[in-house]
């Protein structure tokens, strides 16, 4: 199977989580937007959706679902996301599409967190993918000193030459190198710093269900 198809099937996967009747919260990604497409089938069945992103709402928009501002939204049974990294314990790293702040936002409402993820993305140690962090702009350079001092290598991600802008209107400094034994702390630890937005690591409150998919078909991970 390829990736896309692995990615599908996880997509399909998810929609037995979609509770009737509620607002789904929907991730951001090449994952989460075969999740959309799967949604758009039951369309009739759901009250709307919370996007975590401009992409995904414009997306969930074009199927004709009912995008809500998260405002409106005191509960959500489900928030289903890809990752760019998870362990087998269900932490983290998230941001590789730049949504990671809404993603953490609409993340922290919903009741539990399922995780779509191609079966590459499962790894027992977090941190070869690089760990994107939210920035606001002015503080570039402070925070990209703080960040090489907890020993990685801070670098500005570029879109076009330029600077990448998220949705929010901030830059996202993407940590190399890291090899991430505590998430929960380094999470901790890089959230304390005075700029930084949002950090990339989803440990404090990590995924309650990964759906991963595999050769052998779709592994449900609980934690
Ligand atoms: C976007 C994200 C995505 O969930 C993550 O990058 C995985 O993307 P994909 O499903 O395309 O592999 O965190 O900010």
Redesign the pocket.
């Known amino acids: 199977m390829t990736q896309d198809e692995l ?1 599908q099937a996880v997509a399909q996967a998810a929609i037995q989580y979609v509770v009737e009747d509620s607002i789904v919260g929907v ?6 937007n075969f999740f959309i497409d799967e949604l758009a089938k039951i369309k009739h069945k759901i009250k709307g959706a919370v996007a975590s992103s401009e992409a995904t709402a414009a997306r969930l928009r074009g199927h004709g679902i009912s995008v809500f501002d998260l405002n409106e939204v005191s509960a959500m049974p489900v928030y289903i ?4 990294e998870i362990t087998p314990q269900g932490a983290m790293i ?7 702040t809404r ?1 953490k936002i609409v993340a922290s409402v919903a009741d539990k967190f399922i995780c779509i ?1 191609d079966g590459s993305k499962l790894v027992d140690l977090l941190g070869k993918f690089p760990l994107p962090i939210e920035v606001i702009p002015m503080a570039q350079a402070v925070v990209m000193r703080k960040l090489n001092a907890l020993g990685g290598a801070a670098h500005l991600r570029l879109k076009d030459g330029q600077p990448l802008l998220t949705d929010n209107g901030n830059i996202i400094i993407d940590v190399h190198g890291l090899q991430i034994t505590d998430p929960v702390a380094l999470e901790a630890a890089m959230n304390n710093i005075v700029g930084v937005v949002t950090v990339g690591l989803f440990a404090k409150q990590g995924a309650n269900v990964c759906l991963l998919g595999t050769a052998g078909g779709v592994k449900t991970l609980t934690f």
């Not at 991730?27 to 989460?32: E, L, M």
């Not at 998230?94 to 990671?100: E, M, Q, V, Y």
């Open positions: 990615k991730g951001t990604g090449s994952t989460a996301d890809g990752a760019d998230k941001g590789g599409g730049a949504a990671l993603e993820a």
